[in-house]
């Protein structure tokens, strides 16, 4: 499988989350081929405007670029970060030069925070509709008039812009750019190594209806799990989630495995056991406690079905980490 290509720009004064956010989601993307075991998706470079080393605003992380803006190879995905340095004149001026006249060779481009600033000065948003940090939308829609501003969204796409808001909704942007690529089953494993929500609840206001991200079935399950794996102790059958997805259980079943590969039963089974795992490490927790905290009916079926998925049983994964056993 050729590997996609993602330029993450950085410059002096970059906010240092929003490199390494995405690079983290890009670089745990990994799929199965051919028998030959995970095989990344993507190829994560580091792009600065010279080839000296640059450094983060806030917590003055120094970063070594492995291209610059004159040597960047070809990109499947360029993500511009945010950082107060962006703002900059001259380094703004420098960004937005290099953005506009490499865009017709690049398949999309994305924004994380404030990186909008570099991406409008390119002309390429006017008539737009991007979202940014909250805390920056006035400043940035009375410098970029002909761009129009949605400060609710976590991230949206325009066209093949994609523009996020601050820091952590970087993350939820690369997630939506993998499942674009790879589909939701990949997604959700990223997700689930980063400790992170696929598609954050609260709203849809992140999924911004008038400018569609193409939405199919399996994006509809990614959701149903984001709101699944914040209510693991409700009722969680094949019945009460074809419900919730407004299906028969019937078609919910067929269209759930098609979408990652496995029933429902043993996708939720699997779901309350990572749960579980770490709640079991937790000071002040108890078998009894974790079984009912995660959903399971009692703390009989929650040991066996702990100890057929990790061969050892409950109370010895916590001797493990020295923890009490009750």
Same mark, same amino acid.
């Given at each position: 499988?050729?590997?996609?290509?993602?330029?993450?720009?950085?410059?002096?004064?970059?906010?240092?989350?929003?490199?390494?956010?995405?690079?983290?989601?890009?670089?745990?993307?990994?799929?199965?081929?051919?028998?030959?075991?995970?095989?990344?998706?993507?190829?994560?470079?580091?792009?600065?405007?010279?080839?000296?080393?640059?450094?983060?605003?806030?917590?003055?992380?120094?970063?070594?670029?492995?291209?610059?803006?004159?040597?960047?190879?070809?990109?499947?995905?360029?993500?511009?970060?945010?950082?107060?340095?962006?703002?900059?004149?001259?380094?703004?001026?420098?960004?937005?030069?290099?953005?506009?006249?490499?865009?017709?060779?690049?398949?999309?481009?994305?924004?994380?925070?404030?990186?909008?600033?570099?991406?409008?000065?390119?002309?390429?948003?006017?008539?737009?509709?991007?979202?940014?940090?909250?805390?920056?939308?006035?400043?940035?829609?009375?410098?970029?008039?002909?761009?129009?501003?949605?400060?609710?969204? %976590?991230?949206?796409?325009? #066209?093949?812009?994609?523009? !996020?808001?601050? +820091?952590?909704?970087? @993350?939820?942007? *690369?997630? $939506?750019?993998?499942?674009?690529?790879?589909?939701?089953?990949?997604?959700?494993?990223?997700?689930?190594?980063?400790?992170?929500? %696929?598609?954050?609840?609260? #709203?849809?206001?992140?999924? !911004?209806?008038? +400018?569609?991200?193409? @939405?199919?079935? *399996?994006? $509809?399950?990614?959701?149903?799990?984001?709101?699944?794996?914040?209510?693991?102790?409700?009722?969680?059958?094949?019945?009460?989630?074809?419900?919730?997805?407004?299906?028969?259980?019937?078609?919910?079943?067929?269209?759930?495995?098609?979408?990652?590969?496995?029933?429902?039963?043993?996708?939720?089974?699997?779901?309350?056991?990572?749960?579980?795992?770490?709640?079991?490490?937790?000071?002040?927790?108890?078998?009894?406690?974790?079984?009912?905290?995660?959903?399971?009916?009692?703390?009989?079926?929650?040991?066996?079905?702990?100890?057929?998925?990790?061969?050892?049983?409950?109370?010895?994964?916590?001797?493990?980490?020295?923890?009490?056993?009750?």
């Amino acid at each position: 499988m050729k590997l996609k290509r993602i330029g993450l720009l950085g410059f002096d004064g970059v906010q240092a989350l929003d490199l390494t956010g995405p690079a983290e989601a890009f670089a745990a993307a990994t799929v199965e081929e051919n028998g030959d075991g995970p095989q990344r998706c993507y190829e994560v470079i580091v792009i600065g405007l010279t080839s000296k080393p640059f450094v983060s605003a806030d917590c003055h992380l120094i970063y070594k670029p492995h291209k610059t803006i004159h040597t960047a190879p070809p990109l499947d995905t360029l993500i511009i970060a945010g950082g107060p340095g962006l703002r900059e004149p001259e380094t703004n001026a420098k960004v937005s030069n290099w953005v506009k006249s490499s865009a017709n060779h690049i398949r999309r481009i994305a924004t994380v925070c404030t990186g909008t600033y570099g991406l409008a000065a390119t002309g390429l948003l006017d008539g737009r509709t991007v979202t940014t940090h909250w805390r920056n939308a006035r400043d940035f829609a009375a410098r970029f008039p002909k761009v129009k501003v949605d400060p609710n969204a %976590l991230y949206l796409k325009d #066209g093949n812009f994609y523009t !996020s808001a601050g +820091l952590t909704a970087g @993350i939820d942007l *690369s997630l $939506a750019l993998i499942e674009e690529d790879f589909g939701s089953r990949v997604a959700l494993a990223v997700a689930r190594e980063l400790v992170v929500y %696929l598609k954050r609840p609260g #709203g849809q206001e992140q999924y !911004s209806e008038p +400018l569609k991200f193409q @939405i199919s079935s *399996s994006d $509809a399950f990614a959701e149903l799990v984001g709101w699944m794996t914040g209510h693991l102790h409700h009722d969680l059958s094949v019945e009460a989630l074809a419900a919730k997805a407004y299906l028969g259980p019937r078609q919910f079943s067929r269209r759930f495995k098609n979408g990652f590969g496995t029933t429902p039963g043993a996708f939720v089974e699997n779901l309350r056991l990572d749960e579980a795992r770490q709640r079991l490490t937790m000071p002040n927790q108890n078998i009894e406690s974790v079984a009912a905290s995660v959903g399971f009916k009692s703390a009989d079926v929650f040991r066996r079905a702990f100890e057929r998925r990790y061969g050892l049983t409950p109370g010895s994964y916590r001797k493990r980490f020295n923890l009490r056993s009750k």
